[in-house]
């Protein structure tokens, strides 16, 4: 594979690795007996997580060094900038993967990953604001940038670091809203996204999942973010149906973007399950982490067959 292609939204694989044994860990917490996921089911996704970002970081520290102008265009073409966000939000999965193992390191990797999506979302709040952009640039993408400071309290409560995680989730929370509505308004009025992007709309899953799923964390006994929740599930449903053709689309790297927004409303319904430990919610709870579950293992195995096939 040349370095030309190698894309900074392929640390969307990491995330969707990691964060499915993430939530895999999670389900085997609040749903003993009901779905059991031993550490021989959920390690490996993390291990796999682990390597993917340790094989992506050098090959895009080389990319950077013998193509910057194609790594300058990573983050400043509005098609693609979003995607920049999926290193540092990767990045804080793997220190919530490696934390039960390496404390030191996964406290090393969950810094780093702050400081590094703090100043991406300066950079992309820059560009927002400059504007220069068409309609049909605008993308899903743009959540795992500013919307990614939601996913990074799962690990960073986990490690202790409640104040800090409280920053992260209070800006992207908020920003939220704002971002969905520019891509709401582009879904209306924008021309299709083409089929190799399409899967980046399940992006749309990650706002509701996770400021319910983490939020609850944040702020205990807050009951209206279980509404989130209900609205995600609903999402899920449609976007399913949106993807009834998948397999008509080009395999491309934007598959992943199936893959950590549906991690992210397992690990929502797994939150909710356990507040709501009725048989309706963990039947729902098994049944995202079901989907969740096939959708990263589709991605892999497809990934891993055009990789072998460039070889």
């Not at 895999?24 to 749903?31: E, G, H, Q």
């Not at 406290?107 to 991406?120: E, Q, S």
């Not at 400071?149 to 690990?155: D, F, K, N």
Request: proline share 8%.
């Amino acid at each position: 594979m040349n370095l030309k292609d190698v894309h900074v939204g392929m640390y969307g694989a990491v995330m969707g690795l990691a964060g499915l044994g993430l939530t895999a860990r999670s389900a085997a917490t609040v749903l003993p007996g009901y779905v059991r996921a031993p550490a021989y089911v959920t390690e490996p996704w993390v291990a796999l997580g682990v390597i993917a970002f340790v094989i992506l970081v050098p090959v895009y520290l080389a990319k950077l060094i013998r193509h910057p102008q194609q790594v300058r265009q990573d983050f400043t073409h509005p098609g693609t900038l979003g995607f920049c966000g999926a290193l540092p939000v990767g990045m804080s999965l793997v220190a919530g993967g490696v934390a039960p193992y390496a404390p030191a390191i996964a406290d090393a990797l969950w810094w780093t990953a702050v400081v590094v999506l703090i100043a991406f979302q300066v950079w992309g709040l820059y560009r927002l604001l400059w504007g220069g952009m068409a309609l049909a640039e605008i993308n899903a993408g743009w959540l795992i940038l500013f919307v990614g400071g939601i996913v990074v309290p799962g690990p960073g409560l986990a490690l202790g670091h409640a104040a800090m995680s409280h920053v992260t989730f209070g800006f992207s929370a908020v920003i939220a809203p704002l971002v969905l509505a520019i891509l709401v308004y582009r879904a209306v009025l924008g021309p299709p996204l083409p089929e190799g992007l399409r899967p980046s709309w399940f992006i749309l899953l990650v706002p509701p999942s996770l400021i319910y799923g983490n939020g609850i964390a944040l702020f205990p006994g807050f009951a209206p973010l279980e509404n989130l929740y209900f609205f995600g599930l609903v999402l899920c449903g449609a976007l399913l149906v949106y993807a009834r053709h998948l397999f008509r689309w080009p395999f491309t790297p934007a598959w992943w973007a199936f893959t950590f927004p549906l991690d992210a409303l397992a690990y929502a319904a797994s939150r909710f399950a356990l507040d709501h430990p009725e048989p309706i919610w963990r039947f729902f709870a098994g049944l995202t982490l079901l989907i969740a579950a096939v959708f990263v293992t589709l991605t892999l195995l497809r990934s891993l067959y055009r990789f072998s096939s460039l070889l």
